[in-house]
């Protein structure tokens, strides 16, 4: 049985990853102004929100940080001014469809960019958490403007083939990605990032509520034919 | 003479006792002129517009939190000087600051007045109570000093708003230039590209990524969440003043771009600014 909201705006919600799980919601038509779910920078301290509904939401200067998120469907969501931040989220059965604005999936809180101690406890727990996960993230219906997905296993991320794809660490190294002159600035940032962040893949997205959606569709397909993006 | 009359009044009961009936009275009489006057005083300095002031602090102690404005006073003024000052009186105009402070002074508004008349307006009581209490409310309406009091509370909110902000804005900038990696951990990869791109646009991600910090501190802090709301965007704040910084707006930004935020429509009037500097060899060419 889910509680259901239904045009409400939700301001100043706050979420101190008091280890609870919130689950069975559904939110039509929301607002969501400043609320921050999940603020911690202990990767052993989350929140978990699971049977979870978003449709036709927006949000201005929301985000997760180390929240568990499992069995939500996003369908819709517009960032009014910064993209949707989770710092160190973990996925499982996370469904995004529909157009969405601005999504960025960073690994950590922005603390671990300054203490790797936080950095390293993330990723052990990333990696744990996702030894037991079938796949994390739908992304195969999504129509977005920008999608970054940092640290989540390439294979654990249902695509669409055509528009997105999987480049891993062997078939990708910093000199190869600096001959490579046809690559436009999207995916080489992509990819330097991936490189600097030692993660075992990544995945390209052209997204396509973007302006240069057909040349990042192209640029996909030269980098499948130059072996450095997986081929479907 | 003198003694047979005082022989008589001595001897004589009926006379005697009219003579003490009448001394009693002239007893009572000025016993109740006293009590009129005791009453009139006490009434007086009850409805003194000097203890307007403490009523004001009173007020503003006992609202939600220290730092707010005194709230105004719920009665409007009824009283005959205000009714004719209102309905505009022919005569020259007077110039109505001077004016004001001539007429506080001629009702003694600078004068101290004792916590105790002020503390009485608190204790329950009847119909001269309330009359009392009106008449007070009504003073601080009036009152310069009243409005000069709320006038300074809400200047120092202003005050602590602002060096709260710009202690908020000073570690935000500090901890990216100690830490220039956070500059790819806080922007997406759109916002890095853009900052690859063009110089320009990297300043401008600078301050972009000292509001996230900023904002991450707030979010971070249940104090912080209680004071500013980041909103950010075209034609918006930077931040939003919550709680006892209700109706501030804040923006970070270098010294150089004070004028153009503070001529900003809608908000940059009345605008709060925290200042940051980015480092000299930023960006990186």
């Given at each position: 049985m889910m509680k259901v909201f239904e045009g409400r705006e939700f301001a100043d919600v706050y979420d101190d990853a008091s280890g609870g799980v919130f689950r069975g919601f559904r939110f039509i038509d929301c607002a969501f102004v400043s609320c921050w779910l999940s603020i911690s920078d202990d990767a052993d301290k989350?929140?978990?929100?699971?049977?979870?509904?978003?449709?036709?939401?927006?949000?201005?200067?929301?985000?997760?940080?180390?929240?568990?998120v499992e069995d939500v469907i996003v369908e819709g969501l517009t960032s009014k001014r910064d993209p949707l931040f989770c710092r160190g989220a973990v996925f499982k059965h996370v469904v995004l469809r529909g157009d969405v604005d601005r999504i960025v999936l960073k690994?950590?809180?922005?603390?671990?960019?300054?203490?790797?101690?936080?950095?390293?406890?993330?990723?052990?727990?990333?990696?744990?958490?996702?030894?037991?996960?079938?796949?994390?993230?739908?992304?195969?219906?999504?129509?977005?403007?920008?999608?970054?997905?940092?640290?989540?296993?390439?294979?654990?991320?249902?695509?669409?083939?055509?528009?997105?794809?999987?480049?891993?660490?062997?078939?990708?190294?910093?000199?190869?990605?600096s001959g490579i002159s046809w690559l436009g600035p999207e995916f080489t940032m992509s990819l330097e990032l991936f490189l600097n962040r030692g993660d075992e893949d990544v995945v390209?997205?052209?997204?396509?509520?973007?302006?240069?959606?057909?040349?990042?569709?192209?640029?996909?397909?030269r980098l499948r034919d130059a072996g450095i993006a997986d081929r479907d | 003479?003198?003694?047979?009359?005082?022989?008589?009044?001595?001897?004589?009961?009926?006379?005697?006792?009219?003579?003490?009936?009448?001394?009693?009275?002239?007893?009572?009489?000025?016993?109740?002129?006293?009590?009129?006057?005791?009453?009139?005083?006490?009434?007086?300095?009850?409805?003194?517009?000097?203890?307007?002031?403490?009523?004001?602090?009173?007020?503003?102690?006992?609202?939600?939190?220290?730092?707010?404005?005194?709230?105004?006073?719920?009665?409007?003024?009824?009283?005959?000087?205000?009714r004719d000052r209102v309905s505009g009186k022919s005569g020259p105009a007077r110039d109505r600051l001077s004016s004001e402070l001539s007429r506080d002074l001629r009702q003694g508004y600078e004068q101290s007045c004792g916590w105790e008349a002020v503390g009485s307006l608190d204790a329950p009581g009847g119909g001269a109570q309330a009359a009392i209490r009106e008449r007070v409310m009504a003073n601080i309406a009036r009152s310069r000093s009243a409005r000069e009091a709320s006038n300074f509370a809400g200047h120092v909110r202003r005050v602590e708003a602002t060096s709260t902000f710009q202690a908020l804005v000073g570690r935000a900038n500090a901890r990216l230039a100690r830490n220039p990696s956070l500059f790819a951990d806080v922007l997406s990869e759109?916002?890095?590209?853009?900052?690859?791109?063009?110089?320009?646009?990297?300043?401008?991600?600078?301050?972009?990524?000292?509001?996230?910090?900023?904002?991450?501190?707030?979010?971070s802090s249940p104090q912080l969440r209680g004071l500013f709301?980041?909103?950010?965007?075209?034609?918006?704040?930077?931040?939003?003043?919550?709680?006892?910084?209700?109706?501030?707006?804040?923006?970070?930004t270098t010294v150089r771009q004070i004028t153009t935020h503070m001529n900003r429509p809608g908000y940059g009037h009345n605008l709060i600014i925290g200042t940051y500097s980015r480092p000299g060899w930023f960006p990186l060419r």
């Amino acid at each position: 049985m889910m509680k259901v909201f239904e045009g409400r705006e939700f301001a100043d919600v706050y979420d101190d990853a008091s280890g609870g799980v919130f689950r069975g919601f559904r939110f039509i038509d929301c607002a969501f102004v400043s609320c921050w779910l999940s603020i911690s920078d202990d990767a052993d301290k989350r929140t978990t929100f699971r049977d979870v509904e978003l449709v036709g939401a927006s949000h201005i200067n929301c985000g997760l940080n180390s929240a568990v998120v499992e069995d939500v469907i996003v369908e819709g969501l517009t960032s009014k001014r910064d993209p949707l931040f989770c710092r160190g989220a973990v996925f499982k059965h996370v469904v995004l469809r529909g157009d969405v604005d601005r999504i960025v999936l960073k690994p950590h809180p922005i603390s671990g960019a300054e203490d790797q101690a936080v950095a390293k406890s993330f990723s052990e727990f990333r990696r744990a958490y996702y030894s037991d996960v079938d796949w994390a993230l739908d992304i195969s219906e999504v129509s977005c403007v920008e999608l970054n997905i940092h640290s989540i296993p390439g294979d654990l991320v249902r695509r669409d083939p055509r528009t997105q794809a999987i480049v891993r660490r062997d078939s990708i190294s910093a000199n190869l990605l600096s001959g490579i002159s046809w690559l436009g600035p999207e995916f080489t940032m992509s990819l330097e990032l991936f490189l600097n962040r030692g993660d075992e893949d990544v995945v390209l997205i052209a997204p396509k509520k973007k302006p240069q959606f057909s040349r990042l569709v192209d640029e996909i397909e030269r980098l499948r034919d130059a072996g450095i993006a997986d081929r479907d | 003479m003198n003694e047979r009359q005082s022989t008589h009044r001595t001897s004589d009961p009926p006379a005697r006792y009219n003579a003490d009936m009448a001394r009693t009275a002239t007893k009572g009489e000025k016993s109740l002129a006293s009590l009129t006057f005791l009453v009139s005083l006490v009434a007086l300095v009850a409805a003194a517009p000097v203890s307007g002031l403490t009523a004001a602090w009173l007020q503003t102690a006992s609202s939600s939190s220290a730092w707010s404005e005194p709230a105004a006073p719920a009665i409007a003024p009824s009283y005959p000087e205000t009714r004719d000052r209102v309905s505009g009186k022919s005569g020259p105009a007077r110039d109505r600051l001077s004016s004001e402070l001539s007429r506080d002074l001629r009702q003694g508004y600078e004068q101290s007045c004792g916590w105790e008349a002020v503390g009485s307006l608190d204790a329950p009581g009847g119909g001269a109570q309330a009359a009392i209490r009106e008449r007070v409310m009504a003073n601080i309406a009036r009152s310069r000093s009243a409005r000069e009091a709320s006038n300074f509370a809400g200047h120092v909110r202003r005050v602590e708003a602002t060096s709260t902000f710009q202690a908020l804005v000073g570690r935000a900038n500090a901890r990216l230039a100690r830490n220039p990696s956070l500059f790819a951990d806080v922007l997406s990869e759109d916002e890095l590209i853009a900052s690859a791109s063009h110089a320009g646009l990297a300043r401008a991600n600078w301050g972009n990524v000292v509001e996230r910090l900023a904002a991450d501190e707030i979010v971070s802090s249940p104090q912080l969440r209680g004071l500013f709301r980041h909103v950010g965007g075209a034609g918006n704040p930077d931040f939003i003043g919550l709680g006892r910084y209700g109706g501030l707006n804040f923006d970070a930004t270098t010294v150089r771009q004070i004028t153009t935020h503070m001529n900003r429509p809608g908000y940059g009037h009345n605008l709060i600014i925290g200042t940051y500097s980015r480092p000299g060899w930023f960006p990186l060419r």
